[in-house]
Every structure is written in C-alpha cells, then in structure tokens.
C-alpha cells in the first residue's frame, strides 16, 4: 500500500542543523509531488515547501528561505528536509506529505507518521 | 503571507451541521480554486476531506461538503457524529507553488 514512513525523533542544541527523511513506497515515486509541513506543540500546521520528485525543484515558504533545504533521492525513492539554525521555535512534529493525483502540486493526501524535532540548549 | 483566518473554535449537538469559514484574499483563496479541508485527530496525521474546494476524496462521507465565496471558503459537515470531534484546517494555493494554512478551528460535538 501506498506509505511514507521518516526518520525518527531528532533533539538538537540551538544554532545546529537537522535532515529528516521520508521514505515512499507503493506508488510511482517521481509522478507526485512532496510537501513538508510542520506542527509546533499544540498549534496548527504550517506549510513548509514542495519538491518535484522528478525534477528536483523546489518551492519554499517564505519565512523559511535560506534555513530550509529539500532534496530527494530517486534511487531510494526517498525525500529529505534540511533546517539549519535551529532555535527553540522550531520545535516541532514534522510530517512530509504527498502531492494528491500526479502532478498536483496544491493538496495533499497521504502523510509520514511525523518526526519530532526539539531544540533545547 | 499571514496565515488564513478560522474560527477557534466551533460546536454542534450530534445531528446537527457546523460551518467552519476560512478567509485569506484575492491572492489565495480569492485567486484560485484550490481549497482544500483537513481533519485531524489529536496525535495523528493529517486526513484530507475535501480538495478544489467542494471535491471529496474517494472514502470521505457526503456529510462533508465545501464552498467558496470571494475570499472565504467555507467547510459544512451535516449529520454530526460522534467522531467529527476534531480539528480542521483550510489550505489553500497562493500561487508560484505554495501554500497557506488556517489556523486551524476546533470542533467539539457537544
């Protein structure tokens, strides 16, 4: 069946970097895009950006340009999320999710299980 | 780009319908017919319930229905049950490949 399944919980110090990876399987893998989008403790979700699987393209939310980088690898048909200058803010569940239908790149329906990241000194 | 507005917070009694507004601008919600609704449960993923504005995924029920009117997109769930308790979060396309979230509005069935 269709699933992505990431990387486990993260903790790291302040000003550090952190890559958190979401592996697909069950479907064509370069047809859909991806989306990261994160979820502070007890607040709502925010958009984070999208990768075109197939051509490596990306988009990012405007508040996170220059910390946020996001790479896929074809061969393992995985995706990857690279924040750097973590601060205490940052922490939170993060959850990759797919683009819905091939080629859509404006809703989302299946998502990871969510990867923790905390940030404390 | 602000976040787009919700409710905090809404109820129903079972039986009932609920609407849950969500208003961005002409530069989202207003620009395009890409809304999309999201339920989720505490501790779980995110679960897609209606997309393009008034389209509902394959397994979601007809009780689940959206609109849109200018700048604000609406989600309405008639015949509340039980497991509608949750909460809900608009999305929608702000052009050059990305995307804005509501704030998010929490349903209680009461």
């Known amino acids: 069946q269709v699933q992505l399944v990431q990387s486990g919980a993260e903790v790291k110090k302040p000003g550090a970097s952190v890559k958190v990876s979401c592996k697909a399987s069950?479907?064509?893998?370069?047809?859909?895009?991806m989306h990261w989008v994160r979820q502070a403790p007890g607040q709502g979700l925010e958009w984070m950006g999208i990768?075109?699987?197939?051509?490596?393209?990306?988009s990012y939310a405007q508040k996170l340009q220059g910390r946020v980088t996001m790479t896929r690898d074809t061969s393992t048909s995985t995706v990857y999320m690279e924040l750097s200058s973590l601060r205490s803010e940052d922490t939170a569940v993060y959850f990759c999710?797919?683009?819905?239908?091939?080629?859509?790149?404006?809703?989302?329906?299946?998502w990871g299980q969510g990867t923790m990241v905390t940030v404390s000194s | 780009q602000s976040a787009l507005t919700q409710p905090r917070s809404v109820s129903g009694s079972p039986g009932q319908s609920v609407t849950i507004s969500c208003t961005g601008t002409?530069?989202?919600?207003?620009?395009?017919?890409?809304v999309s609704w999201y339920q989720q449960h505490p501790g779980k993923a995110p679960k897609l319930m209606i997309y393009?504005?008034?389209k509902r995924p394959s397994g979601v029920p007809d009780r689940f229905s959206g609109s849109k009117s200018g700048n604000t997109a609406s989600l309405t769930i008639s015949g509340l049950q039980a497991e509608d308790e949750a909460d809900y979060y608009c999305?929608?396309?702000?052009?050059?490949?990305?995307?804005?979230f509501g704030g998010g509005t929490k349903l209680t069935v009461l």
């Open positions: 999710a797919r683009g819905y239908g091939p080629g859509n790149p404006r809703t989302f329906d299946i």
């Open positions: 069950g479907y064509t893998f370069t047809s859909h895009y």
């Open positions: 990768i075109n699987f197939d051509a490596g393209t990306t």
């Open positions: 002409s530069s989202d919600v207003g620009g395009y017919n890409y």
């Open positions: 393009d504005v008034n």
């Open positions: 999305c929608s396309y702000a052009g050059s490949y990305t995307l804005l």
